[in-house]
């Protein structure tokens, strides 16, 4: 799996790209409309900065065109040290706490190889954005184990957050872009 990086949104250019293999490839643009993403099966996008080969280590909940339209993904770098405590704590305690909110759909979790540490990104989809502020999003960042990983440096505060919206790929909708809200969340 790619996730490909647009720094303009050109909704246009992105509704050809998915359209060509609706199958593969889902379009979103970000909240703030300063740049869109393609999370594309194998093909490179034609026109994207920066494509970064993943590979999913696990998914829960719906996701991918099942899901909701917003996508939140979070950019999670580890060192190697943490690795398997990182993993296990997103699998075994983060998410299922966070898919217990009725608008957080699923969640696919990859790795990108680096050469240092680990690189994983969340890709967490919602069908409503209040998911991030409800209850259970603030219950999980206040379980023990968050708290005894909060302690890292690494841990939580450098961690990337962008807020997108799925683009519709329809014919009508082809060169309208959607409303543009701050993407940053924490």
């Known amino acids: 799996m790619l996730i490909c990086e647009f720094p303009q949104p050109d909704p246009g250019g992105?509704?050809?790209i998915v359209e060509a293999s609706p199958s593969d490839n889902e379009a979103f643009v970000r909240d703030d409309g300063s740049g869109a993403i393609i999370l594309a099966g194998a093909a490179r996008p034609v026109g994207a900065a920066t494509c970064r080969e993943v590979s999913i280590l696990f998914?829960?909940?719906?996701?991918?065109?099942?899901?909701?339209?917003w996508l939140f993904l979070v950019g999670l770098w580890t060192p190697h040290d943490f690795r398997d405590e990182f993993v296990a704590w997103y699998r075994m305690e983060h998410m299922p706490i966070l898919l217990e909110c009725k608008t957080w759909d699923g969640c696919r979790f990859v790795e990108e190889r680096v050469a240092e540490g680990s690189q994983f990104y969340a890709m967490h989809q919602?069908?409503?954005?209040?998911?991030l502020d409800s209850p259970e999003r603030h219950r999980s960042r206040a379980t023990?184990?968050?708290?005894?990983l909060a302690q890292q440096p690494w841990f939580d505060g450098a961690f990337t957050r962008m807020l997108y919206r799925r683009l519709p790929v329809t014919a009508g909708n082809v060169g309208?872009?959607?409303?543009?809200?701050?993407?940053?969340?924490?």
Do not use: K, Y
């Open 144 to 148: 023990p184990w968050f708290g005894r």
């Open 14 to 16: 992105c509704r050809r």
């Open 176 to 186: 309208q872009a959607g409303e543009g809200r701050s993407s940053q969340v924490r």
């Open 126 to 131: 919602l069908s409503d954005r209040a998911g």
């Open 59 to 69: 998914t829960g909940g719906r996701t991918g065109t099942a899901a909701g339209d």
